[in-house]
């Protein structure tokens, strides 16, 4: 029998296993033989194991997606088809029979866990698959899961009373070399006491927060808005759409109409406005973090580590004077109509677009208003999508995005005639390059090639490029920033570089302004790089470490790190069951391989964080269609 692990920790009492041997068919010598898997789900913090838990079967060959088609399962003796997912038993115990060879992919879930995945030594880390032979049984599968974390408190108004449905968000913290990104929000609402609890999170660091946006719209799109039973209010509000303007209509009828606007809090259930003991200063609810801090630069990060509950969480709604800012939007045709505008504070760009202060939209003629801005330092932005129509056109669109950033100080009296102008995106162009194949080759493999620009400020915003027959490509316009260029290429070929004038855009990104940008060189090749490392671990008898996870990154990490950090020039992965680990695909060149703890990775990917790697690692030269040997050791980093 075939065992991926050490089957010693299956501990059953006979009847037990007897009864899932025979259930499975395994005991029955007389029937044919078939593939089985039986493993246990277990708490990887305890090693304790998980009752109840659902476990799902998942073919993990090459183009097959999702759970296994019923049809592809072979029937057992009795004419069954196998399951896809079972529930463990009140041991953790689980079994699959009646499985054809293949490599499958299992993973696990239970209530008050993280879904987990075999092979993983850390949540949401890299997974491994099961190879199952030909009448083959493997035994002793062990899938990890780690128990949710959760934060909690309590939120009160202005004047210390409870504050009901109150959205309250935890954005989990990522540090990418000199960024900080806050993604990934879990959000819930308070009750009737201001009490809330943000559950199911994984370890990691948080910030806590209460967003809230201002959204002004004229009251005429605000009734249009809020009846889609016309034809002309559903074409607005899909208009609106297009520059992200939150046009919900539950949001509106919360809201308080001011003069001939209609103001609304569009991240809360709450009116946006504060009562005032003067008549003449207008109050409104302000985003906030936890501890009392204005801005996530200043948010108290909050640590937790899997099942950590951590509760006294509390935080206070703000409310703060406001003004009034007026202006006029105009693009290359005129007035810009139906767009939404976004004001956002400077120390907050880079983080998701609902940490916006406020936000507007243009009237027929152009013109906007923004009620209730508080005094501070902005970046105004707008920006015009392209038609959802054109996603499926086969070439680029005559007609360019619009896109608009503009500084913007705030005090404490009213601003107006504030101008916008919107000015069409860049599109960048170059031409497809397939190392070592023939022409009807090529033309062949540009049809199945992607290329997108990336913006390496957000690493969020991708521009798509439009492929040509004759192995020329051409994006969309995309907003004023750096970029480099990434590819999706066809099976078995990988990305080998992406070039202007000569210069790898890993090394020097593309800096876009409003002048289009061609002479882009895109070469993939059918000859990866590969890289055969077998790890060890620190101890005196050198035995694998299963738990550890291989990082690979580039030597000269400095110089990648200023550029952006590429993605596609770090690999992590974590070793098999033979304490091998095989990296493919990396671009050629000079790469630092590093062995760590599975509970030491992820940590911030800052300068001084790859200092410490480098420290530890091994330097290896990686080179098209060659492979390198290497053997490492996992070792702690300080």
């Known amino acids: 029998m075939q065992s991926v692990v050490p089957t010693r920790f299956v501990i059953v009492p006979a009847l037990l296993v007897g009864a899932l041997l025979l259930s499975s068919g395994l005991a029955a010598q007389s029937r044919p033989a078939n593939g089985s898997i039986f493993g246990q789900v277990i708490d990887a913090s305890t090693g304790q194991p998980i009752p109840g838990a659902i476990v799902l079967l998942d073919d993990a060959r090459p183009n097959i997606a999702g759970p296994r088609p019923v049809d592809e399962h072979q029937p057992g003796p009795d004419g069954a088809l196998p399951p896809d997912r079972v529930m463990a038993n009140g041991e953790g115990l689980f079994v699959f029979h009646n499985l054809p060879a293949s490599s499958y992919r299992l993973e696990a879930a239970a209530s008050g866990y993280l879904n987990g995945s075999y092979g993983q030594s850390r949540p949401a880390g890299p997974h491994d698959v099961v190879e199952l032979g030909d009448n083959a049984h493997v035994s002793g599968v062990r899938l990890k899961l780690w128990k949710c974390a959760s934060l909690s408190g309590r939120v009160v108004d202005e004047a210390g009373e409870p504050a009901a449905r109150v959205a309250v ?271 009807a080759a090529t033309q062949r493999l540009q049809q199945d090639t992607n290329v997108m620009l990336v913006n390496l400020a957000t690493a969020q915003q991708f521009i798509p490029a439009w492929c040509n027959a004759n192995g020329t490509f051409v994006t969309d316009g995309a907003a004023p920033g750096r970029y480099t260029i990434v590819a999706g290429p066809p099976p078995g070929w990988i990305l080998l570089s992406a070039t202007r004038a000569g210069r790898d855009l890993d090394d020097a990104p593309l800096e876009l302004q409003t002048a289009d940008l061609d002479g882009i060189v895109v070469t993939l090749t059918n000859r990866p790089t590969h890289a055969r490392v077998s790890v060890r671990a620190a101890d005196a008898a050198g035995a694998p470490d299963l738990d550890a996870t291989v990082v690979a990154f580039p030597a000269s990490y400095s110089a990648w790190i200023e550029h952006g950090m590429a993605g596609r020039r770090l690999r992590t992965a974590s070793p098999t069951r033979t304490g091998s680990v095989t990296i493919d695909g990396l671009p050629p060149g000079d790469y630092i391989i590093a062995a760590v703890p599975g509970d030491a990775w992820p940590m911030p990917h800052t300068t001084a964080f790859f200092d410490a790697l480098s420290r530890v690692g091994t330097r290896a030269t990686l080179t098209s269609g060659q492979t390198v040997a290497l053997d490492v050791t996992v070792r702690q980093i300080r």
């Open 169 to 439: 968000r935890a954005y989990r913290v990522s540090i990418e070399g000199t960024r900080r990104l806050l993604d990934r929000p879990t959000e819930g609402l308070t009750n009737d006491r201001g009490e809330y609890r943000l559950g199911s999170l994984g370890s990691g660091s948080y910030v806590v927060s209460i967003p809230q946006t201002t959204m002004t719209m004229p009251l005429p799109f605000a009734d249009a808005v809020g009846d889609l039973r016309t034809p002309a209010s559903y074409e607005l509000v899909r208009e609106l759409a297009r520059s992200a303007a939150p046009t919900f209509a539950y949001h509106l009828q919360r809201g308080v109409r001011v003069n001939d606007l209609e103001v609304v809090q569009t991240e809360s259930t709450r009116p946006p406005i504060a009562p005032s003991s003067d008549p003449a200063v207008t109050l409104l609810y302000r985003t906030i973090f936890f501890q009392a801090a204005a801005s996530s630069d200043d948010a108290a990060v909050l640590t937790l580590g899997a099942g950590d509950d951590r509760a006294g969480i509390d935080l206070r709604l703000r409310a703060s004077p406001g003004v009034t800012i007026t202006g006029t939007a105009s693009g290359p045709d005129g007035p810009a109509r139906h767009l939404g505008l976004h004001l956002i504070p400077v120390n907050a760009r880079g983080e998701p677009d609902a940490l916006d202060a406020a936000q507007a939209v243009t009237t027929e003629t152009g013109t906007f208003t923004f009620f209730g801005v508080s005094s501070g330092q902005y970046l105004l932005r707008m920006y015009r999508s392209l038609p959802s129509t054109h996603m499926g056109d086969r070439a680029p669109s005559p007609d360019r995005p619009l896109f608009a950033d503009q500084p913007l100080s705030v005090g404490d009296r009213d601003i107006d005639g504030v101008a916008v102008t919107l000015r069409e995106g860049a599109r960048v162009s170059g031409r497809l390059v397939f190392e070592g194949a023939d022409a």
